[in-house]
T-cell receptor, first 114, second 113 residues
Framework: DAGVTQSPTHLIKTRGQQVTLRCSPISGHKSVSWYQQVLGQGPQFIFQYYEKEERGRGNFPDRFSARQFPNYSSELNVNALLLGDSALYLCASSSSLQGNSPLHFGNGTRLTVT | SQQGEEDPQALSIQEGENATMNCSYKTSINNLQWYRQNSGRGLVHLILIRSNEREKHSGRLRVTLDTSKKSSSLLITASRAADTASYFC?????????????FGQGTTLQVKP
């Protein structure tokens, strides 16, 4: 079975631009979460979607938005990019809405903002 | 902000030795999980321990949980060079109805052959 897939793997953008990151969860997983990992830090929660509805949001500005499609894939959008948005963006899927089952992570999208 | 603090931040050992890393957290939890991350890649789930459990084993991994001290430890026995990675603990808040996990800052483990 395919794991969580993310695209693109790497991306370079300039300040002020917009970016869309994509994620396909493990087949059968209805929960998709997004995390931001800055170099040297642990991942920070951005969003969780379950059955196409937003179920949780982290402490990120409104420039960050996401959605989940009927096939449970998801997109993360970031507008008006700042240098501080440079990070590894990780998508994770799970079989459960709650935190009582493991997250399965993709290999991430490395975003560099110049 | 991150809930967990991990100790040590970095650990270097010889192959065959045991590695112990610790995690502390701030709020009551339902579950605590440990993940491994190889450089620049996604995280891999290692083990989940529930708040009513005190110890759990999986292969060469042993996890303990002390909810009174709000701390956990991960022991890797008979380490191998392939265990070189960063290790993170992650918690979900007690009473939470979402899958939000709060990760610590991680311990970087180097196992020398």
């Amino acid at each position: 079975d395919a794991g969580v897939t993310q695209s693109p793997t790497h991306l370079i953008k300039t300040r002020g631009q917009q970016v869309t990151l994509r994620c396909s969860p493990i087949s059968g997983h209805k929960s998709v979460s997004w995390y931001q990992q800055v170099l040297g830090q642990g991942p920070q929660f951005i969003f969780q979607y379950y059955e196409k509805e937003e179920r949780g949001r982290g402490n990120f500005p409104d420039r960050f938005s996401a959605r989940q499609f009927p096939n449970y894939s998801s997109e993360l959008n970031v507008n008006a990019l700042l240098l501080g948005d440079s990070a590894l963006y990780l998508c994770a899927s799970s079989s459960s809405l709650q935190g009582n089952s493991p997250l399965h992570f993709g290999n991430g999208t490395r975003l560099t903002v110049t | 902000s991150q809930q967990g603090e991990e100790d040590p931040q970095a650990l270097s050992i010889q192959e065959g030795e045991n590695a112990t890393m610790n995690c502390s957290y701030k709020t009551s939890i339902n579950n605590l999980q440990w993940y491994r991350q190889n450089s620049g890649r996604g995280l891999v789930h290692l083990i989940l321990i529930r708040s009513n459990e005190r110890e759990k084993h999986s292969g060469r991994l042993r996890v303990t949980l002390d909810t009174s001290k709000k701390s956990s430890s991960l022991l890797i026995t008979a380490s191998r060079a392939a265990d070189t990675a960063s290790y993170f603990c992650a918690t979900d808040a007690s009473g939470s109805n979402t899958g939000k996990l709060i990760f610590g800052q991680g311990t970087t483990l180097q196992v020398k052959p």
